[in-house]
């Protein structure tokens, strides 16, 4: 290898080593750190009584409710505002991408719910629908109280996610709808295609790439759920996620080991959830970045 | 231009004004429901309507006058700005070589900083809740700091390489053949090429700092370092007969503000650095 190549592979690897250091000490050793306290039965409050447990902080987790029924509402969540989102998100995108006039309000308007803070949007949303402060049930004439109730709490806890994120959904999406060819539609419009056809046939198709993309970020965004689950409910009447779980545990109940194996635990869900839309649907995201 | 071609007839001009003015609405609803909020007397909050009958700035001089939320503000500023500016710094040394040097294990950061961008935080909090207490971290602006910066690191890299990718490189050649020195053509050709990008980067660093709240709650404790949400979600009223409903709306309004004004002065930019990684990467 010539010298000259050789030192700019060195100044290649020096200029990304600060960066690279920096996630690894954040990411990669906290989580291996993680499945070694998760092998311990170990609580802050009892330091002394540390022990080696081997796998029974996981037997333990997976053998309690708690955790199915809290895997089973993040599925929930996940599942409910993502769909919506999707749906509304191509809508949005659509009406940014067609609008002649508005075109700056409509994307500076969807910019504000991406730009405010989760607490925020949780606490408005959790204001509008209680029955003390909000306006939602003089609006309607109900007396519902709305985040005391399951699967009513689960429906303000997905129309706040969606209200929050539809934006950068619909924004990914807007960039993929920009790639389509107009010459394409046009050509399909001279064919006799109506406005669904060529939708259904044309546009969706050559967005498949970015809708995918989309899917795949907002899926683990919202497996990932907190602050608006905390904020809303605290996980309480069943309307625990599986990371309100993990705090509890480590951060409430000062449980680490334990606390450690649900961490553990929804790390691998994200990993099963990336490595299904990697593999299964062909996500690639790594694209042309030889550059 | 995106009418390609098409001409558009009048139902459908009408329906995208509806879909305008809707799309509209649906963004600024919530805003506009808890500035109402905040508005209120405290005597009007159960008042179940949805903007306030008379106008009261009571709960702002409140929470200004209460120690805790100028000391959250002060540290979800500081905080942010510095993960903000180390992170940038970071992400260009990285982005820069891996879109201008010849070097194995590029597609390796890039890849290892998407994982990374999907990681779930929940997952090292005990970790770094348990170390950080014993080297004292716990509780502090560095400890906040870092983890903020490392969590931000991919996102920078991914924005900062995608805008690295369309500066034209060779012009630092052309300024230094026509008599410019290194510094010169530094400073006047490449870095007002870099700016916007650098710029973009450092907005959306700074909204995912600012935005925290499970690193917050779990790696602080007290006015030292407890953040603007974390701040806000443990409100407590000013008696024990009193709900912080109108305090906890001030307090949303005055960290929403800022934010709802720097979307809209850099609307496109955030646009294009937001889609700018994901979609064309």
Request: aromatic share 12%.
């Given at each position: 290898m010539?010298?000259r190549?050789?030192?700019?592979?060195?100044l290649?690897?020096?200029?990304c080593?600060p960066?690279?250091?920096a996630m690894?000490?954040v990411?990669a050793?906290?989580i291996?750190?993680?499945c070694?306290?998760?092998?311990?039965h170990?609580?802050?409050r009892?330091?002394?009584?540390?022990?080696?447990?081997?796998?029974?902080?996981y037997l333990?987790?997976?053998?309690?409710?708690?955790?199915?029924?809290?895997?089973?509402?993040?599925?929930?969540?996940t599942?409910g505002?993502?769909?919506v989102?999707?749906v509304?998100?191509?809508?949005?995108?659509?009406?940014?991408?067609?609008?002649?006039?508005g075109?700056?309000?409509?994307?500076a308007?969807?910019?504000v719910?991406?730009g405010i803070?989760?607490?925020v949007?949780?606490?408005?949303?959790k204001?509008?629908?209680?029955?003390?402060?909000?306006?939602?049930n003089a609006?309607?004439?109900?007396?519902?109280?709305?985040l005391?109730?399951?699967?009513?709490?689960?429906?303000?806890?997905i129309?706040?996610?969606i209200?929050?994120?539809?934006?950068?959904?619909?924004?990914?999406?807007?960039?993929?709808?920009?790639?389509v060819?107009?010459?394409?539609?046009l050509a399909?419009?001279?064919?006799?295609?109506?406005?669904l056809?060529?939708?259904t046939r044309i546009?969706?198709?050559?967005?498949k790439?970015?809708?995918l993309?989309?899917?795949?970020f907002r899926?683990?965004?919202?497996?990932?759920?907190?602050?608006t689950?905390?904020?809303q409910?605290r996980?309480a009447?069943?309307?625990?996620s599986?990371?309100?779980?993990?705090?509890?545990?480590l951060?409430?109940?000062?449980?680490?080991?334990l606390g450690?194996?649900?961490?553990?635990l929804?790390?691998?869900g994200v990993l099963?959830?990336?490595?299904?839309?990697?593999?299964?649907f062909?996500?690639s995201?790594?694209?042309?970045d030889?550059? | 231009?995106?009418?390609?071609?098409?001409?558009?007839n009048t139902?459908?001009?009408?329906?995208?004004?509806?879909g305008?003015v809707?799309?509209?609405?649906y963004a600024?609803?919530?805003v506009v429901?808890i500035?109402s909020?905040?508005l209120?007397r405290?005597?009007?909050l159960?008042?179940n309507?949805?903007?306030?009958?008379?106008?009261?700035?009571e709960?702002y001089?409140?929470?200004?006058?209460?120690?805790?939320f100028?000391?959250?503000l002060?540290?979800s500023?500081?905080?942010?700005?510095i993960?903000?500016?180390?992170?940038?710094?970071l992400a260009?040394?990285a982005?820069?070589?891996?879109v201008?040097?010849r070097?194995p294990?590029?597609r390796w950061?890039l890849g290892?900083?998407?994982?990374?961008?999907?990681?779930p935080?929940?997952?090292i909090?005990?970790?770094l809740?348990?170390v950080?207490?014993?080297?004292?971290?716990f509780?502090?602006?560095?400890g906040?700091i870092?983890?903020?910066?490392s969590f931000?690191?991919?996102l920078?890299?991914?924005?900062?390489?995608?805008?690295?990718?369309?500066?034209?490189?060779d012009?630092d050649?052309?300024a230094?053949?026509?008599?410019a020195?290194a510094?010169?053509?530094f400073?006047h050709?490449?870095?007002p090429?870099?700016?916007?990008?650098?710029?973009t980067?450092a907005?959306?660093?700074f909204?995912?700092a600012?935005n925290?709240?499970?690193?917050a709650?779990?790696?602080?404790s007290t006015n030292?370092?407890r953040?603007?949400?974390?701040?806000?979600?443990f409100?407590?009223?000013s008696s024990?007969?009193?709900?912080p409903?109108g305090s906890i709306?001030a307090?949303?309004v005055v960290?929403?503000?800022p934010?709802?004004?720097?979307?809209l002065?850099?609307?496109?930019?955030?646009?294009?650095?937001?889609?700018?990684?994901?979609?064309k990467?």
């Amino acid at each position: 290898m010539k010298p000259r190549a050789l030192s700019e592979r060195h100044l290649g690897w020096l200029l990304c080593a600060p960066a690279v250091a920096a996630m690894l000490l954040v990411t990669a050793w906290p989580i291996l750190y993680a499945c070694w306290l998760s092998l311990f039965h170990y609580d802050l409050r009892f330091p002394e009584q540390r022990a080696f447990v081997g796998l029974a902080n996981y037997l333990s987790v997976l053998g309690s409710g708690i955790w199915w029924q809290s895997l089973l509402n993040t599925l929930i969540v996940t599942a409910g505002s993502v769909t919506v989102e999707l749906v509304l998100g191509l809508a949005l995108a659509l009406v940014m991408h067609r609008a002649v006039f508005g075109r700056r309000s409509v994307r500076a308007a969807i910019l504000v719910p991406y730009g405010i803070i989760t607490v925020v949007a949780a606490l408005a949303w959790k204001f509008a629908f209680d029955p003390t402060t909000g306006f939602v049930n003089a609006l309607l004439g109900l007396e519902q109280p709305w985040l005391t109730d399951r699967w009513s709490a689960f429906f303000v806890i997905i129309l706040t996610e969606i209200w929050k994120t539809t934006p950068f959904m619909a924004l990914l999406l807007l960039a993929g709808l920009t790639l389509v060819p107009g010459d394409l539609l046009l050509a399909a419009r001279v064919d006799g295609a109506n406005a669904l056809q060529r939708f259904t046939r044309i546009t969706l198709p050559l967005m498949k790439p970015a809708i995918l993309v989309a899917l795949l970020f907002r899926t683990l965004d919202a497996f990932r759920i907190f602050d608006t689950v905390y904020v809303q409910t605290r996980g309480a009447h069943a309307t625990e996620s599986v990371s309100i779980v993990g705090y509890n545990t480590l951060i409430t109940r000062l449980n680490l080991g334990l606390g450690s194996a649900v961490s553990v635990l929804v790390f691998m869900g994200v990993l099963i959830i990336a490595l299904v839309f990697i593999k299964g649907f062909g996500v690639s995201m790594t694209r042309g970045d030889e550059g | 231009m995106t009418a390609t071609g098409m001409k558009q007839n009048t139902m459908e001009r009408v329906f995208l004004s509806c879909g305008v003015v809707i799309v509209v609405i649906y963004a600024l609803f919530p805003v506009v429901w808890i500035l109402s909020l905040s508005l209120k007397r405290s005597a009007d909050l159960n008042d179940n309507r949805l903007f306030p009958g008379t106008i009261s700035l009571e709960h702002y001089r409140a929470i200004f006058a209460d120690i805790q939320f100028p000391a959250a503000l002060w540290n979800s500023l500081g905080i942010a700005s510095i993960a903000t500016s180390l992170a940038v710094l970071l992400a260009m040394f990285a982005a820069y070589a891996i879109v201008r040097l010849r070097f194995p294990g590029k597609r390796w950061i890039l890849g290892g900083a998407l994982s990374i961008a999907m990681f779930p935080p929940i997952a090292i909090i005990g970790p770094l809740f348990n170390v950080w207490r014993s080297v004292g971290l716990f509780d502090t602006w560095p400890g906040l700091i870092l983890p903020y910066m490392s969590f931000t690191l991919p996102l920078a890299i991914w924005t900062l390489t995608a805008f690295f990718r369309e500066i034209p490189w060779d012009l630092d050649r052309a300024a230094r053949v026509d008599g410019a020195t290194a510094f010169q053509a530094f400073r006047h050709v490449m870095a007002p090429l870099a700016a916007p990008g650098v710029f973009t980067t450092a907005i959306l660093v700074f909204i995912f700092a600012w935005n925290d709240f499970l690193l917050a709650t779990a790696l602080t404790s007290t006015n030292n370092a407890r953040t603007v949400p974390a701040a806000i979600a443990f409100f407590t009223g000013s008696s024990r007969f009193e709900l912080p409903t109108g305090s906890i709306a001030a307090a949303s309004v005055v960290v929403t503000l800022p934010i709802v004004v720097m979307v809209l002065v850099f609307q496109r930019r955030i646009v294009a650095g937001l889609t700018a990684g994901a979609v064309k990467g």
